[in-house]
């Protein structure tokens, strides 16, 4: 099998965030097995031995610049993107990181494939949505594509407003009808559809009945996330993210400002690990409180969390498996979450092991992380319980078995 991987986000290495975490590992599955040509852009802050590391996982690696940062050109500019949003269907947000060179090398390839009449031995796969732009309607009779849907853009908006954790609550609610129309409109084109959750696939049914739909979880490196030699025990609190994440930048501030002083009211001796690269302003204050330490990037997260008594996960937005969730269970540090930080992970209920503690009010969370101080026992059953549900179903082997096996019965339809 022949694939084209589109990236807008340079995959390597895959430690910076989650897009990129899972666009490596789902491609380095397949290319141990089938030709992948990968098509890229590379951002100010990519090294050139980055880009070489890259190069020797695929077969064929195609680079373009990525745009520079936002444009600050007042409310004017704001109101002629959210303009041009009404009359193309299509949110700034993607728009922003648009390479028209880009286009065209897509657009060459995929003509090469129709005129010489191989197009049925290849795929087309867009990691991530935001890379839909980039695959035009009318190919869809001719060349088989898949969107890898991380998350959806309509619901993760809509959960943003119900929630009260919107950035700019006046314009994701003038956007929310925008975004439903534009994700109905973008899955419609594809052969096939793949995400993270079952959640994220009723909703993404919703949009489009007749659309071949299946779930690829995220997965984990055991050989990085090994299993934590033994209890550290103590009072230390970890909290692993980017630091540059909308979702992350609201659990933290949430976690820090409203269920940490009250842990420390219980347990002056308890510190928070704030472990994640790119904090900005609001992350690096909370680090003048008592107890509370912002690491910035570190050379290693698992060190971090083996060293940990507790992991929590206080996500309030954001759809789809977090893999900050299923490294820590790998690592074998229990897990405190929200229902959102558990999202597509069976971890209670009747007939499940406890594999972590689920939280989403204040006193949830304080009563949850007092238990697993003062319960050794408790600790060891959820890092066992959690460590044997990453091994059998959230490695990275599993989830590219699905993806393959996903892109491959296109071939044979």
């Known amino acids: 099998m022949k694939i084209l991987m589109l990236s807008s986000t340079f995959p390597y290495p895959p430690t910076r965030g989650g897009t990129q ?21 590379r951002a100010e802050d990519v090294t050139d031995e980055e880009v070489e590391a ?26 002629k993107r959210f303009s041009n949003f009404m009359r193309e269907g299509t949110p700034p947000s993607v728009l922003h990181n648009y390479v028209p060179e880009m ?15 191989v197009a049925s031995e290849f795929v087309i796969t867009c990691e991530h949505s935001a890379n839909e732009i980039y695959v035009r309607p009318e190919w869809q009779a001719q060349v088989n594509s898949v969107v890898d849907i991380h998350s959806s853009v309509y619901a993760t908006c809509r959960q943003q407003l119900e929630t009260g954790t919107s950035e700019k609550q006046w314009r ?52 990085r996330f090994t299993y934590r030699p033994s209890d550290p025990g103590g009072k230390q609190i970890a909290f692993v993210g980017a630091m540059d994440n909308l979702p992350n930048i609201d659990a933290v501030r949430f976690f820090a400002l409203e269920v940490f002083p009250l842990v420390r009211l ?25 107890g509370v330490t912002v690491t910035g990037q570190v050379p290693s997260v ?40 558990l999202e597509g992970l069976r971890v209670d209920g009747e007939g499940v092991p406890l594999r972590a503690l689920r939280a989403n009010q204040v006193s949830e969370y304080v009563s ?42 296109l071939l044979s339809e």
């Open 21 to 41: 975490v899972r666009t490596f590992n789902l491609m380095k599955y397949l290319t141990q097995r089938h030709h992948v040509t990968l098509v890229t852009q």
């Open 54 to 79: 890259l190069r020797a996982w695929v077969e064929e690696l195609a680079i373009f610049p990525r745009p520079g940062g936002p444009k600050n050109d007042g409310i004017w500019g704001k109101v």
């Open 103 to 117: 286009q065209q090398w897509v657009d060459r390839y995929v003509q090469t494939l129709i005129t010489t009449d």
């Open 172 to 223: 994701d609610r003038l956007q929310l009808p925008l975004l439903r129309q534009y994700e109905r409109d973008y899955c419609a084109k594809f052969s096939a559809i793949a995400v993270t959750t079952d959640e994220d696939r009723q909703q993404i049914q919703e949009f489009t009945p007749q659309s071949k739909i299946k779930v690829i979880p995220n997965g984990v490196d055991l050989s």
């Open 266 to 290: 219980r347990y002056p001796d308890a510190t928070l690990m704030l472990v994640g690269a790119r904090p900005g302003s609001e992350i690096l204050e909370l680090g003048k409180q008592p």
């Open 302 to 341: 698992v060190e971090y969390l083996h060293k940990s008594a507790v992991c929590v996960v206080p996500m309030r937005t954001g759809y789809g498996i977090k893999n900050k969730t299923l490294e820590a269970m790998a690592a074998g540090t229990p897990v405190v979450a929200s229902d959102r930080g």
């Open 368 to 409: 949850a992380i007092s238990r697993l101080f003062e319960q050794r026992g408790l600790r060891e059953k959820l890092a066992k319980n959690a460590r044997s549900l990453v091994e059998s179903e959230f490695t990275w082997e599993v989830a590219g078995k699905r993806y393959e096996k996903l892109l491959q019965s």
